[in-house]
Nanobody, 125 residues
Framework: QVQLVESGGGLVQAGGSLRLSCAASGRTFSSYAMGWFRQAPGKEREVVASIGWTGGTTLYADSVKGRFTISRDNPKNTVYLQMNSLKPEDTAVYYC??????????????????WGQGTQVTVSS
């Protein structure tokens, strides 16, 4: 079992920044990949970014490349998502997820085994 708790969401103006955190517990954090996903109203959940077990490999959605950065701190059992140059279209509930079946970053939601409760990010224009 893995428990995930996100924090750091909120309301920000377009062009601003936020940093999301996700604290994990329950299994050896450094043994699996992590991902950030988001879901806007009326839309399917989509990958934002994912990171491998050491942090050495990362994948990003095209829509966030160059603006968002995923990172992890294994001793702190935490994964981060730094979001810069935010746009109104980034508004969504953001979820972190654990992919205990892989050490490598993957993009497909169905491959992830455990999910946090989500944190709302709202970007105003």
């Amino acid at each position: 079992q893995v428990q995930l708790v996100e924090s750091g969401g909120g309301l920000v103006q377009a062009g601003g920044s936020l940093r999301l955190s996700c604290a994990a517990s329950g299994r050896t954090f450094s043994s699996y990949a992590m991902g950030w996903f988001r879901q806007a109203p009326g839309k399917e959940r989509e990958v934002v970014a994912s990171i491998g077990w050491t942090g050495g490999t990362t994948l990003y959605a095209d829509s966030v490349k160059g603006r968002f950065t995923i990172s992890r701190d294994n001793p702190k059992n935490t994964v981060y998502l730094q979001m810069n140059s935010l746009k109104p279209e980034d508004t969504a509930v953001y979820y972190c997820a654990a992919d205990i079946g892989s050490r490598w970053a993957r993009k497909t939601a169905r491959e992830y085994d455990y999910w946090g409760q989500g944190t709302q990010v709202t970007v105003s224009s």
